[in-house]
T-cell receptor, first 113, second 112 residues
Framework: DTAVSQTPKYLVTQMGNDKSIKCEQNLGHDTMYWYKQDSKKFLKIMFSYNNKELIINETVPNRFSPKSPDKAHLNLHINSLELGDSAVYFC????????????FGPGTRLTVT | QKEVEQDPGPLSVPEGAIVSLNCTYSNSAFQYFMWYRQYSRKGPELLMYTYSSGNKEDGRFTAQVDKSSKYISLFIRDSQPSDSATYLCAMGGSSNTGKLIFGQGTTLQVKP
């Protein structure tokens, strides 16, 4: 009974392709996040949605476009993939906006060749 | 200078040792302090959550916050091989931005 789930778990693709990662949480939380973890394990926030509304949009290339169809889902679409996009992408959720306890999904390991 | 500094290690200790993990930070607005544990190829899981200065204990784990020194610690007593993981500190501000700033993570190996 996974709280925050992501698909796919692994994604290997070539430069220039477009891909999507999906996230779902069954915790009833209002807020969801996308993080990127690089090879040095630095975890950096990319986007945050609260009640389907975009709240945080860090300095991320506009090739990355999040979409929240409802409170329980947050997807990430990436256009024209580049080698530097290779990383692990984590989805997370928190009960409400401003609640600092965040719960993470298992991650999607993206490799761009 | 990064907002949150954490020694990436790796840190290797024998089973049963007391482990001390630390982070320093520069932003005095941080009010919430967390420790996450991340096993290899898994997502971070929330281990400890503290608000403001002081100590919090949960089983073998103790989190300590010293806001005057901008320094937080996580102590693990009687360390076990199952504690081998990367430990990430994270901090949130008082302005309800919902944004957590993470340290780089310290990789811990507990040898049997």
């Amino acid at each position: 009974d996974t709280a925050v789930s992501q698909t796919p778990k692994y994604l290997v693709t070539q430069m220039g392709n477009d891909k999507s990662i999906k996230c779902e949480q069954n915790l009833g939380h209002d807020t969801m996040y996308w993080y990127k973890q690089d090879s040095k394990k630095f975890l950096k926030i990319m986007f945050s949605y609260n009640n389907k509304e975009l709240i945080i949009n860090e300095t991320v290339p506009n090739r990355f476009s999040p979409k929240s169809p409802d409170k329980a889902h947050l997807n990430l679409h990436i256009n024209s993939l580049e080698l530097g996009d290779s990383a692990v992408y984590f989805c997370a959720s928190s009960q409400e906006w401003g609640a600092d306890e965040q719960y993470f999904g298992p991650g999607t390991r993206l490799t761009v060749t | 200078q990064k907002e949150v500094e954490q020694d990436p290690g790796p840190l290797s200790v024998p089973e049963g040792a007391i482990v001390s993990l630390n982070c320093t930070y520069s932003n005095s607005a941080f009010q919430y302090f967390m420790w996450y544990r991340q096993y290899s190829r898994k997502g971070p899981e929330l281990l400890m959550y503290t608000y403001s200065s002081g100590n919090k204990e949960d089983g073998r784990f103790t989190a300590q916050v010293d806001k005057s020194s901008k320094y937080i610690s996580l102590f693990i007593r009687d360390s076990q091989p199952s504690d081998s993981a990367t430990y990430l500190c994270a901090m949130g501000g008082s302005s309800n931005t919902g944004k957590l700033i993470f340290g780089q993570g310290t990789t811990l190996q507990v040898k049997p």
